[in-house]
């Protein structure tokens, strides 16, 4: 019964989203400067081909009419046709959901493998006394996770592709062009986990059955293995949402900086010259992701750790 009022909670707060994430998409297109029309039928048209523009986008309909419209095609794979290439908005998405699909994938294996075993060294040197470590340790990640990840982008592509030359500065073609933008992306979220996961296992350690554990001499391999880690895991599910969030963002802004075709060039690309179909085709394509992420998040902490069910009702 705890599961169950535990899963229908959150698929009827992933319904409420996205029906929310639909209504917005749907919405950009009237509420954008300039007529979409005008922008299919072209600047110079004359204002009968502009009304033939207008029928064959279906905007001479009432508002309730094209929303239905638009939530018909969603569920027919449909998300219109771009303005600016007559293409169909999914193979536009299609072609370039690869190289920002790379970067995250990229950038999540790096916050997993950075920010959870600082995290969890960091708070062993503390608990051991080494003050000097724990005021480098917050300095360094307090400010990495501050930075602007455009600048910290910046200055990955000056000092590894233009001043040492290790790496590439621009594309999307290989694995080795992902590095630089996918270590931007990670950089910030890696540095707020690894803090968040080095506060979680000093409370572990200093819990009480943790020093129950070691006064009966509990081998230290089994003990961190046993009950540290497992809490910092959880404490690190618990950001996993937002860490994705995190990356997608920054994902459309450091695309720019390494030129990569990806979703976030694609989508600033489209806003520039009004290109509205596919705008929504992307925003409501990351939107889905980050939601049913957080989703799928919020159901693993409650397998990992039962008390989050209760917490989150």
């Not at 690309?269 to 009004?274: D, I, Q, T, Y």
């Not at 039962?306 to 009702?313: I, K, V």
């Amino acid at each position: 019964m705890k599961w169950r009022r535990f899963l229908v909670s959150r698929l009827v707060r992933l319904a409420f989203v996205l029906v929310a994430i639909t209504t917005l998409t749907f919405l950009m297109m009237h509420l954008a400067p300039g007529d979409p029309a005008r922008l299919v039928a072209g600047m110079d048209a004359d204002e009968q081909a502009v009304e033939v523009a207008r029928e064959r986008l279906g905007l001479d309909q009432p508002m309730y009419r094209q929303f239905l419209d638009y939530v018909g095609g969603l569920f027919r794979g449909d998300m219109g046709t771009s303005f600016a290439t007559n293409q169909p908005v999914t193979a536009e998405i299609a072609q370039k959901i690869g190289p920002t699909a790379q970067l995250a994938v990229i950038g999540m294996a790096l916050i997993l493998l950075v920010g959870l075993p600082l995290g969890i060294i960091g708070a062993v040197l503390t608990r051991n006394g080494h003050r000097w470590f724990e005021i480098v340790f917050s300095g360094s990640t307090g400010a990495m996770a501050s930075i602007p990840q455009y600048l910290i982008a910046t200055f990955l592509a000056f000092l590894f592709a233009v001043t040492w030359q290790l790496l590439p500065v621009a594309g999307s073609g290989s694995i080795e062009a992902a590095i630089l933008p996918a270590v931007a992306i990670a950089v910030r979220p890696a540095a707020s986990i690894a803090r968040l996961v080095r506060v979680r296992t000093l409370e572990v350690l200093e819990s009480p059955y943790v020093r129950t554990a070691r006064s009966k001499r509990l081998p230290t391999r089994k003990l961190y293995l046993s009950h540290v880690f497992p809490n910092s895991i959880t404490t690190m599910l618990a950001m996993g949402g937002v860490t994705f969030a995190s990356l997608i963002g920054g994902a459309v802004i450091v695309e720019q900086v390494f030129a990569r075709l990806g979703l976030g060039t694609t989508l600033v690309h489209s806003v520039l010259v009004g290109d509205y179909p596919v705008v929504q085709g992307i925003v409501l394509l990351l939107g889905l992701s980050v939601v049913l992420v957080n989703s799928l998040v919020d159901v693993i902490l409650g397998i990992v750790d039962p008390r989050t069910m209760e917490a989150g009702r």
